[in-house]
Nanobody, 115 residues
Framework: QVQLVESGGGLVQAGGSLKLTCSAS????????MGWYRQAPGKERELVAT???????NYADSVKGRFTISRTTNWSAIFLQMNSLKPEDTAVYYC?????????WGQGTQVTVSS
């Protein structure tokens, strides 16, 4: 089973930036899809961004142009660079790994954007 550990969350003012890191271990496949999801209080978990391989990337409309997802060449980590943060980006951000029947989640990291 793949293990995921997120880091990099915190408190930032609107307009600021944060970079999240998700470290993966336990047999990560280069054919996997990894991504970031978020869940705000009282809301359902939603997709933020995913990456398959190194070049196939998908973003939620709400973060396009502001967030960038990337992964290391050895597939051991993914990153989420978040710029121009807005209060509505406040949520717990979760890392996800998917490959065939494997669907793993990290414990989440809190991102709070103050206005």
């Amino acid at each position: 089973q793949v293990q995921l550990v997120e880091s990099g969350g915190g408190l930032v003012q609107a307009g600021g930036s944060l970079k999240l890191t998700c470290s993966a271990s336990g047999g990560v496949s280069s054919l996997s899809t990894m991504g970031w999801y978020r869940q705000a209080p009282g809301k359902e978990r939603e997709l933020v961004a995913t990456v398959t391989g190194h070049t196939t990337k998908n973003y939620a409309d709400s973060v396009k142009g502001r967030f960038t997802i990337s992964r290391t060449t050895n597939w051991s980590a993914i990153f989420l660079q978040m710029n121009s943060l807005k209060p509505e980006d406040t949520a717990v951000y979760y890392c996800n790994y998917r490959r065939l029947t494997v669907d793993s989640w990290g414990q989440g990291t809190q991102v709070t954007v103050s206005s």
